[in-house]
Structure formats: C-alpha cells, structure tokens
C-alpha cells in the first residue's frame, strides 16, 4: 500500500540558481527554499545580495554569490564558495539568460556571442563544475531553462532560438551521460512569461509604442494560449521544484513545457 509521503521536500539539500537575482530564478530560490534546500543566489546583477537577505530574514538559508556565467574562473570560484560554505550540491538550475530580438541578419557577432555565451556556455560551465560533485555524492537533479521558443522556433530571435534548442538537446545528452551516475537531467520550457527580459523584448520588437502599453503588451501575449494568461515566474518555479525533487524520481531528458498550452 502507497503511503503519503512529503516528496517535494528539499530539506538538507543545497540548490544553485543561475540568474537568481530576479524573475524566474528568483521565484525559484524563494520556492525551493520554502521547501527546506539552502539557496545559492548566482548573479551578475548585485540585487542577488538583497534578496538573498530576503530569504534569510524568513529563516531559511541563502548566500548569494556573485558569478559571470560566462567565465570558467567565475564559475569554479563560485562552485568552490559553495561546497566550503555547504558541503555538497543536490540542485543544479541553470536558468541564466539573455536574448537580443533580430533575425541573422540584423544580429551582430557581438549579440550572438553573448546570448550563446550566457545562454549556452552558462549552462555547460556550471555542469561542468558541478557534475563532479553530484558523482562523487551519488546523485544529483540538474533543471536547465530552455523554451518554447527551442522547441518550435519564433520571429526576430534567432540567437536565443538557437541557444534554447541547443540547451534542450544538451539536456538530453548529459541525460544518457549522467543518468548511471543517479543523476537526473531535466529542461523546464516556459512561454511568455511577466519578467523583466520579456519586457524588454517588447521595447526592441516595437510591440511596446506610443499605441501599445506594457501592460497592454503582457495582456496580449496570454491571449493566443488556450490558459489565456500570460505566466508568472512562480508558474515555471513550480515546474523546477517538481523537476528537482523526489517526486520525480524517474524523470530524465524530458523537456517538460510550461506555456500555457502555447505549443498545444
């Protein structure tokens, strides 16, 4: 006979999360650590500092560190700071993010080295660094942020497409390589979703104008979803902590989406 049991406990668990200082990441450390895992906040942006406090002053456990994903120095660095201030890592999310909206052709090389730098090479550095430690523990669960956008493609984004498919691919990949060492490999797929990035994207695809507010903007992006709303970062949040817990024990490769129906 099944018995209930608390598998979305993270209790005495340690979680990183890349782009930690706001939106997705941020709602993701305040979930998980509501749930019991000590947060590691890693962020360019010095906001992490705050919130991390944040988190603290509820009596949970976060320490932020601040981190260019981008750089191998900065990521081993970081990956060091954890282990000495915890000991160990069970949650990897690696949900670091840019985009620039253009097409190949209007995109600059410098636009595309950065959205694929932070995006992709973000995501292979703190794995690299992390992998490790999850295989000398005995297990681990990795969350890469890739999105709907790298399952099906969209307009006037071509590098951040070409990063999203690329990290849903990479996802499966260190799924095959990784799963016989106990460690789970999962991408989590947002739609639109109410963060700064999107945004700013509605600035630099002139969707936000003189005749269009912002949150006129966020109003419409929901509409096309059969949900017919767009997401909050809680939503994908929840997602993560599903991915990162027990409760999906048996859950690897997959690339779970989280749109609202968007691609449905």
Excluded at 120 to 131: A, D, R
């Amino acid at each position: 006979m099944i018995q209930k049991q608390d598998l979305l406990s993270l209790e005495g668990k340690v979680a990183i999360i890349t782009g930690g200082a706001s939106g997705i990441g941020l709602a993701t450390a305040q979930l998980l650590s509501a749930h019991g895992a000590k947060i590691a906040l890693l962020d360019v942006n010095r906001q992490g500092m705050e919130e991390a406090a944040k988190i603290c002053k509820e009596g949970r456990d976060a320490s932020f560190f601040r981190c260019d994903v981008t750089s191998s120095k900065d990521v081993q660095k970081a990956v060091d700071a954890v282990m000495e201030k915890w000991g160990q890592i069970d949650v990897l999310f690696n949900n670091a993010g840019v985009t620039v909206r253009k097409t190949v052709v209007d995109l600059t090389e410098k636009e595309w080295d950065f959205v694929l730098d932070v995006g992709l090479k973000g995501t292979f550095l703190l794995s690299k660094y992390v992998i490790p430690i999850m295989i000398a523990q005995g297990s681990g669960s990795i969350i890469n942020t890739g999105s709907g956008w790298g399952l099906k493609g969209g307009d006037l984004a071509a590098a951040y497409c070409a990063v999203k498919g690329g990290i849903v691919n990479l996802t499966r990949a260190m799924a095959i390589d990784h799963g016989p060492q106990n460690i789970r490999v999962n991408s989590v797929n947002p739609g639109d979703t109410d963060t700064t990035m999107l945004r700013d994207e509605g600035v630099q695809t002139g969707a936000v104008n003189d005749g269009t507010s912002e949150e006129k903007y966020l109003e419409e992006c929901g509409t096309d979803r059969p949900l017919k709303r767009i997401g909050m970062p809680v939503d994908i949040a929840q997602a993560v902590l599903y991915l990162a817990s027990d409760l999906s024990g048996w859950v690897t490769g997959t690339a779970l989406v989280v749109d609202g129906g968007g691609i449905a």
